[in-house]
């Protein structure tokens, strides 16, 4: 019995990704992923109490999992463009699908979201740059400049995630914006007067 209940919500988060990522938020339909899902209506109620439960069972472990993500695997050290570029790309066709449903997060969650991820990726920026520029705090006096990049660096991924490219295309897009944002670093300040 208790695979039977752990199958089921499977089907309905499968259901729900489909629906969010497809509707968004807010003209997703809990009757549609229930349909979706081959299950009464009333079975999704009561795996979950409401529509923001589910999207939040959707995200959350997506969360988790940039977290994880950005603090173990998207390190430059001894990594070569090259690597981090295809460590990245391999994080983004996993959960491509989650990334569509924040996307397309037209809720009061969406900035929540949004500026988590930014937060990370701009902490994981400055340690790059302070790792091969340690002079970088000196030349650099605004407090809004990390964010500032992985801001850019998150809306122009997902203007080309937005796409309905196949695989091979969203791959050489994405290798395109990680070379522009992140190729090149030790040179990046070199001839920047403070």
């Known amino acids: 019995m208790q695979y039977l209940k752990k199958e089921i919500r499977e ?3 499968a259901a729900a990704v489909e629906e969010f990522k497809e509707e968004g938020y807010s003209d997703a339909s809990i009757r549609n992923i229930a349909n979706n899902a ?3 209506l009333g079975n999704v109620y009561r795996y979950y109490t409401n529509k923001e439960s589910l999207y939040f069972a959707v995200i959350n472990p997506f969360m988790a999992s940039i977290k994880q993500f ?3 695997d998207f390190t430059f050290n001894e990594s070569s463009m090259k ?4 460590k990245v790309i391999a ?3 996993k959960y491509h699908d989650e990334l569509l449903v924040i996307r397309k997060g037209n809720t009061i969650h969406y900035d929540t979201f949004v500026n988590y991820i930014i937060e990370l990726i701009a902490l994981k920026i400055k340690e790059m740059v302070q790792s091969v520029f340690p002079e970088i705090d000196k030349k650099i006096e605004n407090p809004d ?3 500032a990049v992985a801001e850019g660096f998150l809306t122009s991924f997902f203007k080309i995630l937005n796409n309905n490219d196949s695989k091979e295309i969203l791959e050489r897009k994405a290798r395109e914006l990680i070379t522009f944002y992140f190729g090149h670093m030790k040179d990046r300040f070199r001839h920047f007067d403070a």
């Open 11 to 13: 089907r309905i988060l």
């Open 38 to 40: 081959e299950i009464s």
């Open 91 to 93: 994080f983004i066709m």
């Open 70 to 72: 950005v603090d173990n």
């Open 145 to 147: 400049f990390y964010s």
């Open 83 to 86: 690597e981090i570029s295809e």
